[in-house]
C-alpha cells in the first residue's frame, strides 16, 4: 500500500475509535436515562427505601448523600485551601517541599476503598464514632484532599506573579498579598474546582461501606436536634448514601424491585453529577467574565 | 524609650499577621503528610500482623491457591492463599489495559491531530462526563447488561474475569484518553512541521514523529489507567462473582483483591486472623499503589532525558 493510502486507510480508523467512544457515552447515558427516568417521582425521590416490599424510595438515602457531601467540603476545603497557599505561595524548592509533594501524591493514587479502611480502623473502630456520618465525612475528606488541593494549588498558580509583585511593592505582607489580591482573582477557578471534587464525592461509595455504614434508619424531618438519633442533622448516626444504597441492592437482592430502584438511583446519581458538571463549567466562565470584566 | 526600642525591634502587626498566615497554611499541609503518613503505617503494621501474630508464611499467603479463612490446611497452616485474588487483579487490570489503550491513544490522536476542533466540541466533553460517572452506575449496568451479554455469548454464568474487563475498558477509558492528549499535546508544534515539510503524509508524521516523542506521556497514562483499573473496588465486584477460586476461564466467577475486601470486611472480627489476612490483602493493594506510583515517575524521569 502506498503513504497516501495508509494516511487513508489510519485516518478512517481514527476516525471509527472515536465514534465508537462517543457511542458507548450516548448509550450509557440512553440506558440510564431511559430505564431509570420513568421510575423518578416525588414519592421516589422522598419516600424511605422498603427492603422486603415493591415500592420502596431513596429519600434518605438522597438526604445523607447532600448532607455528607456537605459535611466533607466544610471540613476539606478549609484544610485544601491552607495547603494549597502554602504550596504555591510559602513552599521552597527544598525536600521538605519534594516530600510533601510525594506525599500528596501518594495519597491521591491510594485506591479509595484502602483509604475506605483506614477510616474503618481509626475513626469507626479507634475513636469509636462507629458507622456514622461523620466517620464518612472524615474518610471522604481524606479522599478528596489531594485532587482538591492540587486543583486550588494550580488555579493560585494561573494568576500571574506581577498581581504579586504589585501587592508586595505596595507594602503588603505575603499573606496579606495572598488573601486580598490572589485568592479573590483565582475564586473561579476555585469554585470550579470545588464543584468537580463535590460530583467526584457525590458519586463515591467504596470509601463509604464501612465508615458511614450501609443502613439508612429512619429520620423524622421534623426533629431539628441534633442530639435525637432520629435527626436528619445528627452526625453520629449511620447513613447510608445514595451510592452504597445502589451497590447494597445489586449486591445483597433480598428487594423484589431491586432493579428498578436501582436504575431510578442512577438515574438520579448520573443528573447529579451532570448537574455539578454544567454548573461548574457555566459558574467558572461566568466568575471569569465578571472578575476580568471581559 | 524602651516602649520605642520594643516596638522598633519587635514585630510589627503585619509581620506578626504573616507569621500567623504562614503557620496556620503550613498545618493544614503538615494534616495531610500526617494523614498519609498514618495511613502507609497503619495498613502496613495491620497488614503485617497476619505473618508476625498469627505466624502464617509470607510465601504461603503470596502462592497460596485456596482461600478460606479460618480453616486449616493439613500442614497445620491456615489456609489463606491470596494468589486468586491477585491473578484475578492483575488479569482484570493487564486486559482492560490492553482494551482500552488503543481506543484511548486513537480518540487522543483524533482530538489533538486529526480534528481539534471536533475534538474539543464533542470528544472532550464525552470524556469528561465519563470521568464522571461514579463507579457503582458502571456496576449496575455491567451487572444489567454486560453479564447477561457475556452469558449469552460465551456461556456460563456471565459473571467473571470478562465482564469485568468489559467494565473497567470504559472506566479508564475516559482517564488514558485525556492524559494521552496532554502528552500529545506537549509534542512541540514544529516537530509535525519539519515532518510534514519534508513530505511525509499526515499519518507517517503522527506515526514516526508526533507518537514516537510523546512515548513517555503515553506510557504514563496506560499506567494510571491501570493503576485506576488495579483499584477499583465496587464496579468489578458487582460483576466478577466472588468465587475466591483460582480463574480457570474467563468466563467462569473469579476475585480480585479488593472484592474480597468489600465483601468480607464486615463480617469478620478485629485482630482475629480471618480480619488480619484481609488487611494483608489491603496492604498488597497500597503497594502496587505505590508501584504504580513510582512507575510513572521513572517513566517521567526516562523521558525526561532524552
Not at chain 1, 448537574?275 to 461566568?286: D, H, I, S, T
Not at chain 2, 475534538?119 to 451487572?143: A, H, M, N, R, T
Not at chain 2, 479508564?172 to 492528549?181: G, K, N, Q, R, Y
Not at chain 2, 519539519?194 to 507518537?211: E, H, N
Request: net charge positive; proline share 4%.
Amino acid at each position: 500500500m502506498s503513504a497516501k493510502k495508509w494516511d487513508k486507510f489510519a485516518v478512517g480508523v481514527l476516525y471509527a475509535l472515536s465514534i465508537f467512544i462517543v457511542l458507548i457515552l450516548f448509550s450509557l447515558l440512553a440506558f440510564i436515562l431511559i430505564r431509570g427516568l420513568p421510575q423518578i417521582s416525588w414519592e421516589f425521590l422522598t419516600q424511605p427505601a422498603k427492603s422486603f416490599q415493591v415500592g420502596g424510595g431513596i429519600g434518605i438515602q438522597l438526604f445523607n448523600s447532600f448532607y455528607l457531601l456537605f459535611l466533607t467540603m466544610l471540613i476539606s476545603t478549609p484544610l485544601a485551601l491552607g495547603a494549597a497557599i502554602y504550596l504555591s505561595e510559602y513552599a521552597k524548592q527544598n525536600w521538605l517541599t519534594d516530600i510533601i509533594r510525594t506525599a500528596i501524591e501518594v495519597l491521591s493514587s491510594l485506591p479509595s476503598v484502602v483509604v475506605g479502611l483506614f477510616g474503618f480502623l481509626i475513626f469507626v473502630i479507634q475513636f469509636d464514632f462507629g458507622f456514622s456520618i461523620l466517620s464518612g465525612a472524615l474518610a471522604l475528606t481524606i479522599f478528596n484532599l489531594p485532587l482538591l488541593t492540587r486543583t486550588i494549588e494550580d488555579s493560585l498558580q494561573a494568576i500571574p506573579g506581577v498581581q504579586r509583585e504589585a501587592g508586595l511593592a505596595l507594602g503588603l505582607s505575603r499573606w496579606e498579598t495572598v488573601t486580598r489580591i490572589i485568592l479573590p482573582a483565582a475564586i473561579p477557578g476555585i469554585l470550579t474546582g470545588m464543584i468537580l471534587a463535590a460530583g467526584r464525592i457525590f458519586g463515591e461509595a467504596a470509601a463509604l461501606i464501612y465508615t458511614a455504614g450501609q443502613s439508612a434508619p429512619a429520620l423524622d424531618f421534623a426533629n431539628w436536634n441534633p442530639q435525637s438519633i432520629t435527626s436528619p442533622l445528627n452526625i453520629m448516626r449511620p447513613a447510608e448514601t445514595l451510592a452504597v444504597h445502589i451497590w447494597k441492592i445489586n449486591s445483597e437482592g433480598v428487594m423484589p424491585d431491586g432493579a428498578q430502584v436501582s436504575a431510578g438511583a442512577s438515574a438520579v446519581l448520573v443528573l447529579a453529577v451532570l448537574l455539578f458538571n454544567v454548573v461548574a463549567r457555566y459558574l467558572g466562565k461566568k466568575l471569569q467574565k465578571k472578575a476580568t470584566s471581559a | 524609650m524602651e516602649e520605642i526600642q520594643a516596638k522598633l525591634l519587635g514585630n510589627s502587626k503585619k509581620g506578626r499577621l504573616e507569621k500567623l498566615g504562614k503557620t496556620v497554611s503550613f498545618i493544614c499541609i503538615a494534616i495531610i503528610v500526617f494523614v498519609v503518613v498514618s495511613i502507609l503505617y497503619f495498613v502496613t503494621s495491620k497488614g503485617l500482623s497476619t505473618f508476625f501474630t498469627d505466624g502464617v508464611s509470607f510465601w504461603g499467603f503470596l502462592t497460596g491457591s485456596v482461600w478460606s479463612p479460618g480453616n486449616v490446611g493439613e500442614n497445620g497452616q491456615p489456609l489463606v492463599g491470596a494468589l486468586p485474588m491477585i491473578t484475578g487483579s492483575f488479569l482484570v487490570t493487564l486486559l482492560s489495559a490492553v482494551l482500552a489503550t488503543p481506543f484511548a491513544i486513537g480518540a487522543a490522536i483524533f482530538m489533538t491531530e486529526i480534528s481539534p476542533s471536533t475534538g474539543k466540541k464533542v470528544l472532550q466533553p464525552v470524556v469528561e462526563l465519563l470521568v464522571g460517572i461514579p463507579s457503582v452506575v458502571y456496576g449496575f449496568i455491567g451487572l444489567t447488561v454486560v453479564v447477561p451479554v457475556v452469558r449469552s455469548v460465551f456461556g456460563g454464568t456471565g459473571f467473571g474475569i470478562l465482564s469485568s474487563t468489559f467494565v473497567l475498558f470504559v472506566m479508564i477509558l475516559p482517564t488514558v484518553t485525556s492524559m494521552a492528549v496532554d502528552a500529545l499535546n506537549s509534542v512541540p508544534r514544529y516537530y509535525r512541521e519539519a515532518s510534514l515539510a519534508m513530505g511525509a503524509t499526515r499519518w507517517q508524521t503522527i506515526y514516526k514523529v508526533v507518537l514516537r516523542s510523546a512515548m513517555p506521556g503515553l506510557l504514563t497514562a496506560v499506567v494510571f489507567g491501570m493503576a485506576r483499573a488495579f483499584g477499583e473496588a465496587l464496579a468489578v465486584q458487582m460483576v466478577i462473582g466472588n468465587a475466591a477460586l483460582m480463574p480457570t476461564s474467563l468466563v467462569t466467577p473469579a476475585s480480585t483483591l479488593t472484592s474480597i475486601l468489600t465483601m468480607s470486611m464486615g463480617n469478620t472480627v478485629m485482630g482475629t486472623l480471618e480480619n488480619n489476612v484481609l488487611w494483608s490483602l489491603a496492604l498488597i493493594l497500597m503497594i502496587m499503589a505505590l508501584f504504580f506510583n513510582i512507575l510513572t515517575r521513572w517513566i517521567g524521569k526516562k523521558g525526561a532525558m532524552k
